[in-house]
């Protein structure tokens, strides 16, 4: 079906033509490997005169609070506390880091700066502050401040971008590849990266996920925390089996206010208990990922 | 003021150690709390939504289910207490004195802690005047108890901007509705200051059962999964455990055994002891002052 373009920008099914996973040139990976895990944590920083992005309980009878001091409280627990038992998982079984951190937070929380750039973790653009990518007032000042930002903070350009709650306009990617950036990851559609046309440079994609991701299973969905170790792992196996023949990319994704709660932690580490050992399975971050897929899989449309 | 203001961030990693008494690992901290739920209003909490989603005033079937915690409810957990021989925090809206006396004189006759809940269930953000809310509710459960309040728990853990101006005037010295810590922590206000005890809304059954529906077991599940983390963590730095109960949640036939075989396991382990927020708030102050006179 023909759908209306918009103004600006592209339609996504103008960045991505449909394909088949069956039908694709099989990817292979390095050191006899099938599958790439990567692992990403996300660090906000909730400015507490805006209506709070996530909430768990409510005010008596309903409504909006302003300020809204429980929920900002719960999220910022996260960074006190939350975080430091996040590392130890990704100390303890060597896992590569992926810090997705809102420009703004990058200030707020030195401390988890830090420990991430002490330990070689790769940075991620996740908005310049915590908010929709609609609602931001100038999206490329947004884009590019985060650079600018992490950049100062690590040395280093941020390669990759993942908005805040996936959030995108129809420029995005256009914008995200002007400035800079060779991945994204807001595009959920896909267990293999995929290249996706922009009005200049094209731009990766690499599979994130919504499945294996504590807000839409604790905070929307409401499950207990074992299903976040139970989900991962059924996960897990299915695209192992999947990776039979040709490679698949899977996302793990958690928040310090979430998993780092006492009562999740050891679901989050349960994981690692379990699958680190595999000899078939590569940890890796997402720049990895893209490097090895920009030399071994296909060349992007022109 | 900007909660910044009161407190700056710090992480937990890098902070002196304050010390527990000898013997003590980790302190739970029990909450119970009991509520005024006014009729010609909406219903603070549903456990049933109304046909067709329309709203209905009065909502006698959420009073009820509601009403049922002080009738019935509250004395199962009162039992459930007695039976573990601990001393909890009950934090009430000032208005249970004049509508529930006698659940108020059972506290006060097993000696348990009054706290301050506001005057009934309705949010900080949605009262006219704050200020004479709180002083209302500390002087009614001071002439009720014969001692004023030292803590203070907002309706939903509510707070503007200025509620903790308005609490360190009328004299609270701790509050619970600041969840971001696994430690007390001392905030700022344009008078004396206040401490903030580590409460949580995890292990909390408005949030667990009314709010994400989780089956009756999760109350034990999730509670001995938190406790877990924080006693392995508490042989660095001390731990407090707060469980937060509700008479018409909690009390009800098919959770009170849950709730009660929870805090049996955790105070049968080795180093926990139950303490109530004034004690809490009383060993917080004399080990922040050692400390400070330490550095």
């Not at chain 2, 001995?224 to 909690?250: G, I, N, Q």
Request: charged share 25%; with cysteine; glycine share 6%.
């Amino acid at each position: 079906m023909n759908f209306p373009k918009p103004a600006v920008g592209m339609l996504p099914n103008d960045r991505l033509a449909y394909s088949a996973i069956p039908s694709r040139k099989p990817l292979k990976l390095p050191k006899g490997a099938r599958m790439v895990v990567w692992t990403i944590t996300n660090v906000e920083e909730w400015d507490p005169t805006q209506t709070m992005p996530r909430t768990v309980l409510t005010p008596p009878a309903g409504g909006s609070p302003m300020p809204d001091i429980p929920n900002w409280c719960w999220h910022e627990y996260g960074n006190r506390v939350g975080f430091w038992r996040l590392l130890q998982v990704y100390d303890e079984f060597k896992i590569p880091g992926v810090m997705n951190i809102n420009g703004v937070a990058v200030q707020a929380y030195p401390d988890i700066v830090k420990a991430c750039v002490e330990r070689n973790w790769e940075f991620v653009g996740h908005g310049y502050t915590q908010r929709n990518m609609q609602k931001v007032e100038n999206e490329r000042t947004d884009i590019r401040k985060s650079a600018e930002v992490l950049e100062r903070a690590t040395g280093k350009r941020p390669r990759g971008w993942l908005g805040p709650g996936l959030t995108e306009t129809w420029e995005t990617p256009d914008i995200l590849a002007e400035e800079g950036y060779d991945y994204v990851a807001d595009w959920v559609l896909d267990d293999q990266p995929v290249w996706m046309k922009t009005r200049g440079k094209p731009i990766l994609n690499i599979p994130y996920t919504q499945e294996c991701n504590d807000v839409a299973m604790m905070l929307i969905q409401h499950h207990k925390a074992s299903e976040f170790c139970e989900r991962a792992m059924d996960q897990f196996e299915q695209i192992y089996k999947d990776a039979k023949g040709s490679a698949r990319v899977m996302a793990i994704s958690v928040h310090p206010y979430i998993m780092g709660a006492p009562h999740r932690a050891k679901y989050f580490r349960k994981i690692y208990e379990k699958i680190r050992k595999k000899r078939d399975v590569l940890f890796w971050t997402g720049s990895q990922i893209a490097d090895w897929y920009m030399k071994v899989g296909p060349k992007p449309a022109v | 003021m900007h909660p910044r203001e009161r407190l700056p961030y710090s992480p937990i990693e890098g902070r002196p150690p304050l010390a527990l008494p000898k013997g003590v690992r980790l302190v739970v901290w029990p909450v119970l709390a009991l509520e005024e739920w006014d009729m010609s209003r909406p219903m603070a909490r549903m456990v049933i939504s109304p046909p067709q989603g329309q709203p209905m005033l009065p909502d006698h079937p959420n009073w009820s289910w509601h009403e049922y915690g002080m009738r019935v409810g509250f004395w199962r957990l009162r039992k459930m207490i007695l039976k573990l021989g601990i001393s909890p925090t009950i934090t009430l809206n000032a208005k249970v004195c004049e509508t529930y006396p006698s659940v108020v004189r059972a506290c006060m006759d097993s000696g348990w802690e009054l706290n301050a809940h506001s005057y009934d269930q309705v949010p900080m953000h949605k009262l006219d005047d704050q200020r004479a809310v709180i002083e209302k509710s500390m002087d009614i459960i001071e002439k009720f108890s014969g001692k004023r309040p030292r803590g203070w728990f907002g309706p939903g853990l509510t707070q503007t901007f200025d509620t903790l101006d308005y609490l360190s005037e009328a004299g609270v010295e701790y509050i619970g509705d600041w969840v971001l810590d696994d430690e007390p922590v001392t905030l700022k206000t344009r008078h004396k200051p206040v401490v903030a005890l580590p409460y949580n809304f995890e292990i909390h059954d408005i949030v667990m059962m009314a709010l994400q529906h989780h089956p009756s077991e999760e109350w034990h599940f999730r509670a001995l999964d938190h406790f877990e983390t924080l006693y392995a963590e508490a042989v660095e730095r001390p731990k407090f455990m707060a469980l937060a109960c509700h008479p018409y949640l909690s009390g009800v036939p098919h959770r009170i055994g849950h709730v009660e075989r929870t805090f049996a396991e955790i105070l049968s382990r080795d180093g926990v002891v139950a303490w109530d927020g004034s004690k809490i708030l009383d060993w917080y102050l004399a080990e922040s002052k050692l400390q400070d006179a330490a550095a």
